[in-house]
Nanobody
Framework: QVQLVESGGGLVQAGGSLRLSCAASGRSFSAYAMGWFRQAPGKEREFVAAIMPGGIISDYGEFVRGRFTISRTNVKNAVVYLQMNNVEPEDTAVYYC??????????????????WGQGTQVTVSS
């Protein structure tokens, strides 16, 4: 069974930091682009960040403005991280881990995602 399991969400004050993790299991995602999306209440799911299998090439949503960093390891299977710094109340959302629909295919649009995690809540207080 393919699984992407997120952890690390929670409550943080504005200006603080949080680190999200996502561990893949069930089959190997080492050759897949991995990423993060988020969805706030009443809003569409939006792209946050993605990273290609080699861990070098990454992409970010425009609102990130240098505050977040995505990284990954591929020791046994893919584990992807999202370091969130200088968070803002507008970052409050459920954050979802995502894997591409096929090896080496980029992740940026919702329809470019083949597997989703269950989501982890991030709440930023002002």
């Amino acid at each position: 069974q393919v699984q992407l399991v997120e952890s690390g969400g929670g409550l943080v004050q504005a200006g603080g930091s949080l680190r999200l993790s996502c561990a893949a299991s069930g089959r190997s995602f080492s050759a897949y682009a991995m990423g993060w999306f988020r969805q706030a209440p009443g809003k569409e799911r939006e792209f946050v960040a993605a990273i290609m299998p080699g861990g070098i090439i990454s992409d970010y949503g425009e609102f990130v403005r240098g505050r977040f960093t995505i990284s990954r390891t591929n020791v046994k299977n893919a584990v992807v991280y999202l370091q969130m710094n200088n968070v803002e109340p507008e970052d409050t959302a459920v954050y979802y881990c995502a894997a591409g629909i096929g090896p080496y295919l980029p992740v940026r649009r919702v329809d470019s995602v083949g597997s989703w995690g269950q989501g982890t809540q991030v709440t930023v207080s002002s």
